[in-house]
């Protein structure tokens, strides 16, 4: 009986010990698997499932620097039409003895991805200088701008160019310049500065530029030439097509207009275009201090701004004429189809204007400003010349504000306003005032 009962006990220890195995065992498969997908999910969010056909590192040692790197092998002719990848392995200032002293140049027919890697990309200039910008995508290449760690930064550009009247250069941007195509999905485009338009990035006429993640902010333009109304877009100047999808654009500035993004038809057959998906526009102060599309500029300028979602938040701005979210001028085009424009106090000045200009509302919402003494959307066309103007409202809501005395929507003179769909209510003052010469048409529900 002694050694049946030893046997026994021997088995149930034997089968506590297999348990506890298979438990640890799950145990660290659970949590590897955690691991793997949370690594995945990071990969993913970097894009760097990417498969490349190079890749390269950028520090000093065995008896190369990072410009001879960049230079000899990144920039060889053996990697045009390659997918490169590039990963910035220390700080950078491209400026001083023996480094490049110019900006990082993506030359056509090159598709580079570089990875800050939590790592500063940066100039060191002690005045603006002609090509002063950090980083220049030359038309036909491809440049993405990803950032492993999270703390990388793309910063010290002081972008000081000729007069605009006799050169287009002047829109070089202080950070970086894109006449090609430009992704960005991480990193801190931040504190550059330009002395004409685009203080963080700009978008040439042949550029295309995508924002999935990252910061563009504390960008400054027209630093030296404040009388230049080219002088605009203190985080991003548009006169190509830019995409937000996600990431952050704040805490820009420019004495001129479009605080956050600038939109300018330079090229007369490529009207510019920002389509917003996600991501925020917040804090930025000019004329029109997150979005202005055109306005103040003379001219049929064609340019349309298209919001799908994202929100737009607590813009200044520092004209009466411009609204401090958003800013439509003349002959351009406002299409809202959702998102939420929220957060803006202002004493005189709109949340939104339209002024020679279009604004169709299908979605979104405008919703939780505080306005004093006007109204949160204002509509108003020059009698001379004759220019139009218009608001339609199928759907979405301008609700929740706070107005004194004005109105939420305010159609004045020449003005046709469409009233098919939405809401447009609880706004502390009036709903839609409208002026004299003014066509209301009302349809729908």
Known sequence: MKKLYLKNTLIAIMAMLAALCLAAGAILFVQTESRLSANNNRVQAMGAMQSYDETYTLKDGDGKTKKDIWSNEVLSANNVNKKILVILGEDWCLDGSGQLNSSLMVPANYDITLD?????????????????????????????????????KVTGGKNGTPNPTTSSSEYSGGGICVFGNFIMNGGNVTANQSTFGG???????????????????????GVSAPNNPRSSGGGVFVYGTFTLNGGEISGNSTQHFGGGIFLFKLNISCPAIFIMNGGTISGNTGKGGGVNCGAGMNGNDNDKFIMNGGIISGNTSIS?????????????????????????????????????????MNGG???????????????????????????????????????????????????????IGGEIANNSGYGVTRDTNVTVNVGGS
């Open 116 to 152: 800050l890697n939590g790592k500063i990309l940066s100039r060191n200039l002690s005045s603006f200088v002609a090509g002063g910008n950090v980083i220049s995508v030359i038309a036909s290449s491809t440049f993405t701008l990803n950032d492993s760690v999270g703390t990388g």
């Open 199 to 221: 203080g963080n990035l700009l978008v040439a006429y042949t550029g295309v530029a995508v924002m999935n993640g990252g910061k563009i902010t504390n960008g400054v333009a």
């Open 320 to 360: 009466v004429s411009h609204g401090a979210a958003i800013a439509a001028g003349v002959g351009t085009e406002f299409v809202m189809n959702g998102g939420l424009v929220t957060a803006h106090t202002t004493n005189g000045v709109p949340v939104v204007t339209v002024e020679n200009s279009h604004m169709t």
């Open 365 to 419: 919402e405008i919703s939780g400003n505080t306005v004093a003494s006007h109204a949160i959307v204002y509509t108003v066309a020059s009698a001379t010349p004759n220019f139009t103007t218009s608001f339609t409202i199928s759907g979405g809501s301008v609700v929740n504000n706070s107005v004194s005395n004005y109105s939420g929507v305010a159609l004045t003179k020449n003005v046709t306003g469409t009233f």
